[in-house]
Each structure stands twice: as C-alpha cells, then as structure tokens.
C-alpha cells in the first residue's frame, strides 16, 4: 500500500475511540504543531489527542493546530514557557536557544542509525534530556522521529563534498547546523521553517534539509527541489513539549495520563516512520525526485568531528555536557 493510501487509513485508526454521547469537555489542551497534519507531526498529534480524550472519558479535549497557524516555532515555544499556550511541537533547533544543552542533539553524525536514535531518546539519556527541558521551563512528552536530515536542491546531484559549493541552503536558526553546512562547503542562510517554502520557489535559496514524509508532507517537490542525497549528518528530531507550569498545576493523576500520552505517541511515530518512509521515498522517486548517496561520506564525518564538534562544544554546554550524554547512551567520550 502507497504512504499516501497508508497515512489517511492511520490516522483513521488513531481516532476511532468513543466516549459517552453526553460527555463534554471541562478542559481544552491547545498544541502548537509545526508541520501539516499530514506528517510525523499529524501522528503524534492524532496519538497524543486519542489518548488524552479516550482515558479522560472526553473530559480533557485536545486541539492541534497544524502548519504554524498559532505561530512559527519558536514562538510557539516562547508562549509554552510563559505557560500561556500548554503545548508545542517543532524542531529541537528551535528550543536550543531556550537551553542550550538540547543542542547536544544537533550535533553532525552523533548517531549513526536510527537505533541509535531510538537508544538516545529514552531511558537514561531521555530523563537527562528532560533534565536540561524543564531548567527552561519544559517537559518533553513525546520525540518525533523524522528521519535523517537528508539534504535536497535546485541545481545538481551532491554526491561528494565538494558539490556543495556554491549552494544555499536553508537551515533553522541553529549555530550548530550553520557551523556544519560551513564544514561542508554550502552556504547556510537562516529561515523560519513558515517561510521555507516560499524561500526555495523564489529562488532565495537553493535547498534546504528534511526526511522523505515530511519533504512530501511540506510538497517540497513543487518548491524546485530536484535533487536529495541521503547525508546522515543529523537526526530531525522534533519534541512535543507541555509548559512545565502548566504541567505542575495538574493533578498527580493528570500528570501521570499525559506522561503517558506521550509515550503512547512515541511509540505510535516510531513505528510509521519505519513503515512509511521507503513508501514516500519511491513516490517521491516516482514524480521525478532524483535521490543520490555520498561516495565520500567519511570525509563529511571528518568534517564534523574535527572542525563541528570543537567549534561549538560551548555553545551547547561544554565538553562535560557532551560527555555526560554520550555516557548515558553507553557511548565512549568525546576526548
């Protein structure tokens, strides 16, 4: 079955609960989500919203704003801070700025596959993580995993470093990913992700960075992108984060529900993303897309490790920072 056929029929699922006819909301959660409904972003969305409504009997309702229609990102992280919007989904690029050691997870080839990921983002290293979130004022709920940052074009196929130069590409406001397409010769000019699009069909830019069901989802295809090369310098992990001051005005029982929410769309996200990118990728094929792979990908790996990592250890709390993650994900320091 197509990752068009499949994603409609998975969101169908997600939604096929029931609660008594007379039942009606006491409480609205509003979430922020970046990305459309039809996306990673749409599932956890789905997931985080069958949950919250099928286990508080429909006393809790839950709305999702899809596409940026509350507000780009990191606005909507700012409101989620302030405690004035309870919860947000988007770019981790987008919260580092709010706690800089959430930028640990931008860094170029720190996980090789997506087990890796996976590995990183429960657990030990989850409850590290959180650690850092609620110092600034969020509780990260649920990690949407959206693939590797795959890096698409205008103008050429990239299959070695040095097709890199002369391109611009579009990258969040994040100094870790603007150090990196520097480490690898393009040009990286800061947009908000509302108004890539429109970049990349004027021309502002040439390419920009996705995996292949959010470049579907985003219609990145109708938006001169031409070319994708399958670089796995960066895992695009997008949290779904509550206000930690509206989280500490719910009961224990609440709290419990919508830790346990989250977890439920983790798992739900996991599980399409494994069975739904290849769909996407061969329909993406299909309309025209030319997909390539690296013929020198441990030079960008050398790259990183070399100029990246030192480059911007500070800027996202220090060697010890880095060390203390690597740890908790059994792996060797950084020396």
């Not at 800089?100 to 997870?105: A, D, E, N, T």
């Not at 030990?124 to 650690?131: C, G, S, T, V």
């Not at 938006?223 to 960066?234: D, G, M």
């Not at 911007?312 to 059994?330: Q, S």
Request: glycine share 8%.
């Amino acid at each position: 079955m197509s990752y068009k056929k499949m994603l409609p029929l998975v969101l169908a699922a997600l939604l096929l609960w029931t609660v008594p006819a007379s039942a009606a909301p006491e409480t609205t959660l509003k979430v922020a989500v970046g990305d459309p409904e039809d996306s990673e972003m749409g599932v956890v969305g789905h997931a985080f919203k069958k949950y919250v409504e099928e286990k508080t009997g429909g006393k809790v309702e839950v709305q999702c704003f899809y596409g940026g229609s509350l507000g780009d990102e990191s606005e909507a992280f700012r409101n989620v801070q302030k405690g004035t919007l309870p919860l947000a989904m988007g770019g981790i690029a987008n919260l580092v700025p709010f706690e800089k050691k959430l930028g640990l997870l931008t860094l170029p080839y720190l996980f090789a596959n997506i087990d890796e990921v996976v590995a990183g983002t429960n657990g030990a290293p989850a409850e590290l993580l959180n650690k850092y979130a609620t110092k600034a004022g969020f509780r990260i709920l649920t990690w949407t995993y959206t693939d590797f940052r795959y890096i698409s074009n205008s103008k050429r196929p990239i299959t070695k470093m040095a097709d890199m130069q002369g391109l611009k590409f579009r990258v969040p406001q994040s100094a870790v990913l603007i150090a990196a397409y520097k480490a690898f010769g393009g040009s990286p000019t800061p947009i908000s992700w509302a108004e890539t699009f429109t970049a990349l069909q004027q021309g502002v830019v040439d390419g920009q960075c996705y995996g292949y069901i959010g470049f579907k989802a985003m219609k990145f295809n109708e938006a001169n992108q031409k070319y994708l090369t399958e670089v796995h310098y960066t895992y695009q992990l997008q949290p779904l984060v509550i206000s930690e001051r509206v989280f500490k005005k719910m009961t224990p029982e609440m709290q419990k529900l919508i830790v346990d929410a989250g977890k439920y769309a983790q798992d739900a996200v996991l599980k399409f993303q494994l069975e739904n990118a290849e769909a996407a990728k061969k329909e993406l094929i299909a309309g025209g897309l030319v997909v390539s792979q690296l013929e020198d990908e441990d030079l960008w790996k050398k790259a990183a490790i070399e100029k990246v990592w030192p480059e911007m250890a500070d800027f996202v709390g220090g060697k010890d920072a880095i060390n203390e993650y690597l740890k908790a994900c059994g792996k060797d320091a950084w020396k």
